[in-house]
């Protein structure tokens, strides 16, 4: 069964945001058929919310590394299954959220299913994702736009605001600790 590198971004604005990141972080340590490999510092970030659904809350925001042989299909549901299990509500979906799960790459593949884009769509939009892959791997070629995620961060115009949180992201449960980037 063939292994591929997957970037998974959480985000929490509601409830214990912390705690709900540090379960989350934990819970990837035990999905099946994977290995996490990464594990960027929490950011803090400014809802991007035109509509107002949102809610005001920041969000706590990160991206787990990993080597898996599940599809990503599988992991997508799996991935679902877990924000259900850390409280998400299914009536109220779009507003704020204990869990939102993203599979932000699968490896180099490109995917256009219903229900399942990757790399997700608005990845190269979004400073709150692009922060903490960059973290994780600066060189990491996005496989549609062909460029590298510290480019795509460089030449971003999403001008929110994204805070780096001096926390060590899963520690409370014994995961791996924050990564310290390429050089570490
Ligand atoms: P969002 O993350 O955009 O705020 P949701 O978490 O409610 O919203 O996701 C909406 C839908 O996006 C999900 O039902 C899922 O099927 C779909 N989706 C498409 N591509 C992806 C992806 N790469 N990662 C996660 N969900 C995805
Ligand atoms: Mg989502």
Not at 63 to 87: M, N, P, W
Not at 105 to 132: A, D, K, N
Request: aromatic letters at 8%; glycine letters at 8%; one cysteine or more.
């Amino acid at each position: 069964m063939s292994q591929e590198i997957v970037f998974i971004a959480f985000g929490s604005n509601a409830g214990d945001r912390q705690e709900l990141c540090d379960r989350a972080v934990a819970l990837m340590n035990l999905l099946p058929r994977s290995r996490v490999t990464g594990v960027s510092s929490y950011y803090e970030s400014e809802p991007i919310d035109p509509q107002g659904i949102l809610g005001p809350t920041w969000f706590y925001n990160g991206v787990v590394k990993l080597e898996t042989s599940l599809s990503a299909q599988r992991l997508l549901v799996i991935l679902q299954e877990t924000e259900r299990a850390l409280g998400r509500e299914e009536e109220n979906r779009r507003g704020p959220r204990t869990m939102d799960f993203d599979i932000i790459f699968f490896g180099q593949q490109v995917i256009e299913q219903s229900g399942l884009t990757v790399p997700h769509p608005r990845l190269h939009q979004r400073r709150f994702v692009l922060e903490p892959l960059v973290e994780l791997d600066p060189s990491w070629n996005h496989p549609v736009f062909h460029r590298s995620v510290k480019e795509l961060l460089e030449s971003l115009a999403d001008t929110s605001r994204v805070n780096k949180l001096n926390l060590l992201p899963g520690a409370k449960y014994g995961s791996r600790q924050a990564c310290m980037g390429p050089s570490a």
